[in-house]
């Protein structure tokens, strides 16, 4: 989980020293969050984990998802990969909903999704508490939850 830890570490040090919060990592977490929960990100559903495993086979990133899911060696995607998969019209609305410019988006969800989704399906596998299940240990595990 190394970065997925790096990443809540960072973020806890970071809430310490920024009364209001914010942070640069924090929303992105939070699209990140949204996007596996299958909340709106600034205009239209994506449905949750499932939809989302099957939007990145309909763009040939299948193999990069299964990768995640699995038990073995993540497999990285690139920014423009990620593009292609989630189209430039919905990374610029998550970019508009969280303050950061599209290239922040998209390169931090290419280094956070891969382990976000890998810890998620423990065992290669959503967990049988579901998708909640495995977000509610998420948000625990977050700094000021």
Wanted: aromatic share 2%; proline share 6%.
């Amino acid at each position: 989980m190394g970065l997925l830890d790096s990443l809540l570490s960072g973020l806890a040090g970071t809430n310490n020293a920024n009364a209001s919060g914010s942070t640069s990592a924090s929303p992105l977490l939070q699209i990140a969050l949204q996007l596996l929960a299958g909340a709106s990100s600034g205009g239209g559903s994506t449905g949750g984990l499932n939809a989302m495993i099957e939007q990145f086979q309909r763009a040939g990133m299948g193999p990069q998802m299964n990768s995640w899911i699995s038990s073995g060696q993540n497999m990285p995607i690139s920014p423009e990969q990620l593009s292609q998969v989630f189209g430039r019209g919905q990374l610029q609305q998550m970019a508009a909903g969280s303050g950061m410019d599209v290239d922040e988006v998209s390169g931090g969800l290419a280094s956070m999704l891969p382990q976000l989704i890998d810890h998620v399906t423990p065992n290669g596998h959503v967990p049988d508490s579901g998708i909640d299940g495995a977000l509610a240990e998420i948000s625990r595990m977050m700094p000021g939850r």
